[in-house]
């Protein structure tokens, strides 16, 4: 799984590196210093930035000096075996230095920097350099038992005293670097059973098992876990050792399945009926009865043997619960979990802001930076920047929205993490109401299983708002006036309650090349309710290049003067501008003039 990697940069000095960086590592972002450095996500504090993001575990990659990471991390330094790689690399590239979690990863990212970057890698930890491994940093999947024996064993081989190599299950290619004896005093243990480590070994539990699980719609996430707790303690095997757990796709929205894999922390995958009826053959209990339910012989038997691959075998048979299932498969070798099967899919309907990426939320970008597919109008794509680097894209013209959001949905049912794009919020004259819309209205099987998360964002009447001043700092409607989704008449009637109503009214899709009179119509009807003098705030391109706020009169109000980026907001009978020094504000009192007074 990529990770989420935060490329630092407080110097326009860095960013070239940095865009160099996040080109070669998947699920990086770019983290700038505002008003130096145009990133993914901004931050005005740099080492309260640091510190939030070693709070959050996520790998930094300071392109700063080593001291700038060392002083602002120094006074949070705690637990080693708790911190994330935490890497200092040269502005001009020159060199790269593991500071933090080298044994976490911090070692391995520094290699794959200094390969794309062309220089050597500053490592400094011992047994590493000596051995070619670091024996607390195991490949993916792979778990130490015992932590606190690494150091006696890793100690030991770098004074080229005897240690063994006891290998009981899969394999240990990684370590055929390492020089082991016959005989000796000390061990490396390669193992997926329950084991009480001795004061002499080392165990490693290699991910050979696939758990394979079942259970009835809305079982509790405890009553499944407590099945595999107890069948896993009495067959002497180790959760450490679990790979992943598998089921039909039928459950990839089943929560105690993903509460379980939660609690293993390993991934959960998912396989269809005819991928598990294709291990028909080699289930130890085949059912008539679940074929007849699901379409296959075998749902925990059938996952588990599917996961460990055509050379694995069932090391225990399909044990029934109350309401569950489960069996275990062993694989010959470690399991590379997200390779098999596909995981639950995962839609993010994502809110980007009007345009700057420093108007961007953390979830928003999180929400980029873990997608694999990014589906969306071209323009809103193109505001993402570098952040599209390694994602698929999809983009369709103004006018598709619905083919959109069902392509997101469609990628989303084969398993993948996607984000549908929107400018501003998702759930503002966007796209959020029509994903689940569709959903509602289709009710398709493979669609209703996606996660569906929905990232807000500053909307356009957000920004225009704060640019101008605090227009919308009393109450306020939206209107939009695009005639293409609700009738004119609609439109018209709201237009007239809202001037009754004296609000603040943000209108949405002012006018379009065919659309040219709705909007003098408006301001005609808002007329009716306040005066020729009402300030009108016209907010184009906000947050991008050409940005203009211009303040003028209701009575002036003309088609001509807005287009589809406009954002036009109509004060109140109540709304002021005023003018302090060499800027123009706009505001809605509240009534704390009464007060003042």
């Given amino acids: 799984m990529a990770l989420n990697i935060a490329l630092v940069v407080v110097t326009p000095a860095g960013l070239e590196t940095a865009r160099a960086l996040q080109a070669t590592l998947p699920g990086a972002s770019i983290h700038g210093l505002i008003g130096r450095v145009e990133g993914d996500v901004g931050f005005q504090d740099t080492s309260a930035h640091l510190r939030t993001l070693f709070a959050a575990r996520t790998p930094i990659i300071g392109i700063c000096a080593a001291g700038i990471l060392i002083r602002a991390l120094g006074p949070v330094l705690g637990d080693k075996q708790a911190e994330p790689p935490v890497l ?169 399945v993903h509460a379980l894999a939660a609690e293993l922390g390993v991934p959960a995958r998912f396989f269809t009926a005819a991928e598990l009826e294709a291990e028909a053959s080699r289930l130890a209990t085949p059912s008539d009865v679940v074929f007849a339910e699901t379409g296959c012989h075998g749902v925990a038997e059938g996952a588990a043997l599917a996961a460990a691959g055509s050379d694995g075998v069932l090391v225990v048979p399909k044990i029934k619960g109350a309401r569950t299932t489960m069996a275990v498969a062993r694989a010959p070798r470690a399991v590379a979990a997200r390779k098999v099967g596909r995981a639950r899919g995962r839609l993010f309907v994502v809110g980007i802001g009007p345009g700057t990426p420093h108007w961007r939320s953390p979830e928003a970008s999180a929400a980029i930076e873990a997608s694999s597919d990014l589906v969306g109008y071209g323009l809103y794509l193109d505001l993402l920047g570098n952040a599209v680097q390694g994602k698929d894209r999809h983009e369709s013209a103004l006018g598709a929205e619905e083919a959109r959001a069902a392509k997101a949905l469609d990628l989303a049912a084969e398993g993948r993490t996607v984000s549908l794009v929107c400018s501003g919020d998702p759930g503002i004259y966007a796209l959020a109401t029509l994903v689940f819309e569709l959903l509602d209205r289709r009710k398709r099987a493979d669609w209703n299983r996606v996660e569906v998360v929905v990232v807000p964002g500053i909307s356009a009447l957000q920004a225009a708002a704060a640019r101008a001043g605090a227009p919308v700092n009393h109450d306020f409607c939206t209107i939009s006036l695009s005639d293409l989704l609700t009738p004119w008449d609609s439109i018209e009637t709201r237009l007239k309650a809202a001037a009754m109503a004296d609000f603040v009214v943000c209108f949405y899709n002012p006018v379009s090349q065919r659309r040219r009179d709705q909007l003098p119509r408006a301001r005609d009807i808002l007329l009716t309710g306040r005066g020729p003098d009402t300030p009108v705030i016209l907010a184009r391109q906000l947050g991008r290049p050409g940005e203009t706020v211009e303040v003028t009169r209701l009575a002036d109000l003309d088609a001509d003067k807005v287009d589809m980026l406009t954002m036009v907001v109509v004060g109140s009978s109540e709304t002021r501008t005023f003018t302090a020094g060499q800027h123009t504000w706009t505001y809605t009192p509240r009534g704390y003039g009464k007060k003042m007074e």
């Fill in 88 to 256: 200092a690399v040269a502005v001009d590239g020159s060199s790269v230095v593991p500071l933090l979690g080298g044994h976490h990863g911090a070692n391995a990212l520094a290699r794959q920097i200094a390969r794309s970057l062309q220089v050597r890698p500053a490592l400094t930890t011992a047994g590493e350099l000596a051995l070619g491994v670091a024996l607390d940093d195991p490949p993916p999947g792979w778990r130490v038992a015992n932590p606190a024996a690494v150091k006696s064993v890793t100690a030991a081989l770098l004074a080229e005293e005897k240690v063994t190599l006891e290998v009981e299950v899969g394999d240990a290619d990684w370590l055929n670097g390492v020089v082991f004896a016959e005989e000796g005093d000390l061990a490396v243990r390669i193992t997926d059973r329950s084991v009480d480590p001795d004061d002499h070994e080392l165990v490693l539990h290699p991910p050979t098992l696939v758990l394979g699980v079942g259970c009835e719609r809305g079982t509790p996430a405890e009553e499944l876990s407590a099945l595999v707790k107890d069948v896993l303690a009495q067959e002497v095997l180790s959760p450490q050792s679990i790979a992943c757990v598998a089921s039909i796709d039928l459950k990839a929205d089943e929560a105690a």
